[in-house]
Structures are given as structure tokens and as C-alpha cells.
């Protein structure tokens, strides 16, 4: 029996069809449109899939994406908020507030929060967990949404972005960028938005010391439980290849996202039979299939996004790994891919 890992399941909370229903769509209208059973509405719990579906029910059903993420980011009350969200609107400032709900997603995936301060800016990039689909447009954009909305509601002060780019066509981009009150970039390599560095400092109205001290602790322990229960290895490998562009990342790198040593880390991959260069490896292999299967990246492309410096070492690399040059692995590959896919295409004959 294959063990489930909590990362497969994604726990919508009560407030969003709350949420939906001020909006006048119906919950039953989503189940429906997503081609899920009703009962979705009282499952504690979905999976990656699902969870995909009922935001993509929910775009469908509002019709434009722009405006179906302002509405429910401005609709969703503070009352209702999930604990993992309560403890970041009742943070010190708007800085601990992205931080704890950086720290606290982990434990709501599928999509994960990466903020990095440079300068006088804050970029927060939206990326996904243990899943190659991006997720619907809606999502990504409501992600964003509800962190601005946070800062705002937090410090009571109507906060701007400075720039916030999609990957995907987003529907009214001017409606976008009244609300984000900055510049809106369709068709990024990323998800992101960046903030003024200095909006981070703002204390937030709604802190309450007392609250977090109860909080903190049981979503600390929710958060090591699901990290114990997680495959080690399963993340790790997720990480090297998130990390491998360009550089090749190091085992304390790695330790240091996993909020652990590197010790520690080197301990809890030998309790698996297995080590950070055998990962490392592993990532690396694994990507290399991945890249070389898309005929737009260039070999010498595909042997920078996954971590080599020149081309020789990957080509040195990828003989060891498949016994044959990353070309030749390629031309196979796609003809390969063509033959299956005009025998797929062709009548059957009966």
C-alpha cells in the first residue's frame, strides 16, 4: 500500500464557501462545475487534483478572473480566517506576518511562499509543492491578493505593491492594477509580486501577544508532525531541483530550508539508506530527462538549469546516467513520442 503523505491533502477552509456564498455562487454550482461530488463541501480534506478543480469551478462560474479575485479577497473576513492564517493577522508587524505565513502554507499546500528582501524591495514569488501543474490562474492571483489584503487589514493602511507578474493572462489587467495599486506584468517567467521594503516595518493593529503564544506552539508542532511524516528524501529532492538552476546546491542550503542542521539532515537520510550526493545525482538525472524531453531548451540550456557551469560535465554526466549523449537521448526521445502519438491519433479499424 502506497503511504499517503499529508502534502497529498490540501484542507479548504469553512470561511471560502462562506466566502463564495456572499458572492452569490453556490457551493452545489461549484461541485457541479468542477465535476466533484457534493459532499466536497464537508470533506475536511482534498487532493492536489480537486483542490485545482474547485478554483477553476470558481473562475468559470464568476467569469472574469481579475474581478473574481478582488472579490473574494475583499469578502473574506477576518472571523473566519483558518488558525494558519489567524496567526499571521495578529503578528507584530507586516514583516513577522509574511514570514509565519511563509512558515505556516507548509502545512496547506499545494503552493508555497518564497520571500526575499533585497534593497528596498520584497519580492514574494508563488511557487507549487510536489506538483509539476501550475495552478489555475484564479489561485495564483488570489494568493497574491489575500497577502496585500493582509498587510492592509493588519496595519490599517491601504498598502500598494510595487510590480506583481503572472505568468498567465489574468482577465482585466486594469482592474488588477487598481487594486494592487502598481503595474501588472502578464506573461513572467514567475508568479511574484514585490512590496515596499518599507511597508515591512509597519506594526500591525490586529497584534495580540497572548493569542500567539497559544497558537504558535500547536502549529509548530503541526508543522515538525507533517515534516516527520513527510518523506525526507521526497523533500530534499524537491528542494535540489528548485535550487539546481545555475549553482549546485550544498547540503547546509538545503538543512537551512528544512528548518534543521545539516547534521541532522545527514542523519535522517542515512536512517533512509541513502545520502545528499545520491540525491543530489538523482535530482539532476531526473530534470535532465525532464528538459531535454522539450525540444525549445537548448542542450547547453538544459545543462545550466540543472546545475553545470559547462557543457562537458553534463554531457560527461549524462553518459554515466543513460549511455548515451543528451542528443542522441533527445532525437530517440521525441521520435519515440511522435510514433506513440500518431498511433494514438490513427482510426481504428474494425
Known amino acids: 500500500m502506497k503511504k499517503t503523505h499529508t502534502s497529498d491533502h490540501i484542507k479548504i477552509p469553512p470561511g471560502f464557501w462562506t466566502g463564495l456564498h456572499e458572492l452569490g455562487i453556490s457551493a452545489h454550482d461549484v461541485a457541479h462545475k468542477a465535476r466533484l461530488p457534493l459532499n466536497i463541501m464537508t470533506e475536511p480534506v482534498v487532493t492536489p487534483a480537486q483542490y485545482f478543480a474547485i478554483w477553476q469551478a470558481y473562475s468559470d462560474l464568476i467569469g472574469d478572473t481579475a474581478k473574481g479575485i478582488i472579490k473574494l479577497a475583499t469578502v473574506f473576513e477576518t472571523a473566519k480566517y483558518p488558525p494558519t492564517v489567524l496567526a499571521t493577522y495578529h503578528a507584530r508587524n507586516y514583516r513577522d506576518a509574511l514570514n509565519r505565513m511563509a512558515r505556516y502554507k507548509q502545512l496547506c499546500p499545494p503552493e508555497i511562499l518564497r520571500i526575499t528582501e533585497e534593497s528596498e524591495h520584497c519580492t514574494i514569488e508563488l511557487e507549487w509543492l510536489y506538483t509539476e501543474q501550475p495552478?489555475?490562474?484564479?489561485?495564483?492571483?488570489?494568493?497574491?491578493?489575500?497577502?496585500?489584503?493582509?498587510?492592509?487589514?493588519?496595519?490599517?493602511?491601504?498598502?500598494?505593491?510595487?510590480?506583481?507578474?503572472?505568468?498567465?493572462?489574468?482577465?482585466?489587467?486594469?482592474?488588477?492594477?487598481?487594486?494592487?495599486?502598481?503595474?501588472?506584468?502578464?506573461?513572467?517567467?514567475?508568479?511574484?509580486?514585490?512590496?515596499?521594503?518599507?511597508?515591512?516595518?509597519?506594526?500591525?493593529?490586529?497584534?495580540?501577544?497572548?493569542?500567539?503564544?497559544?497558537?504558535?506552539?500547536?502549529?509548530?508542532?503541526?508543522?515538525?508532525?507533517?515534516?516527520?511524516?513527510?518523506?525526507?528524501?521526497?523533500?530534499?529532492?524537491?528542494?535540489?531541483?528548485?535550487?539546481?538552476?545555475?549553482?549546485?546546491?550544498d547540503i547546509e542550503a538545503i538543512a537551512k530550508e528544512l528548518n534543521m542542521s545539516d547534521r541532522t539532515l545527514q542523519r535522517r537520510l542515512t536512517d533512509q539508506n541513502t545520502n545528499f550526493k545520491h540525491l543530489l545525482t538523482q535530482a539532476r538525472h531526473e530534470q535532465a530527462r525532464k528538459y531535454l524531453a522539450d525540444p525549445s531548451l537548448d542542450i547547453k540550456e538544459v545543462a545550466f538549469l540543472i546545475g553545470y557551469e559547462d557543457q562537458n560535465s553534463f554531457y560527461r554526466a549524462f553518459r554515466l546516467w543513460e549511455g548515451d549523449t543528451p542528443l542522441n537521448w533527445r532525437t530517440k526521445h521525441l521520435a519515440a513520442n511522435s510514433i506513440s502519438e500518431g498511433q494514438l491519433g490513427r482510426p481504428s479499424i474494425h
Not at 174 to 180: I, K, P
Not at 189 to 211: G, Q
Open 135 to 249: 495552478g489555475p490562474p484564479m489561485l495564483v492571483g488570489i494568493t497574491l491578493a489575500c497577502l496585500l489584503e493582509l498587510g492592509r487589514r493588519g496595519t490599517g493602511q491601504p498598502l500598494t505593491a510595487q510590480l506583481v507578474e503572472f505568468s498567465q493572462s489574468m482577465g482585466d489587467v486594469q482592474a488588477l492594477e487598481a487594486y494592487f495599486g502598481c503595474r501588472i506584468r502578464i506573461d513572467a517567467k514567475c508568479n511574484r509580486m514585490t512590496l515596499h521594503r518599507r511597508d515591512l516595518d509597519l506594526p500591525f493593529v490586529s497584534y495580540n501577544e497572548e493569542l500567539l503564544e497559544i497558537l504558535t506552539p500547536v502549529l509548530d508542532r503541526s508543522l515538525a508532525e507533517q515534516q516527520r511524516n513527510c518523506s525526507i528524501t521526497e523533500m530534499v529532492k524537491w528542494i535540489i531541483k528548485r535550487s539546481l538552476t545555475g549553482g549546485r546546491p
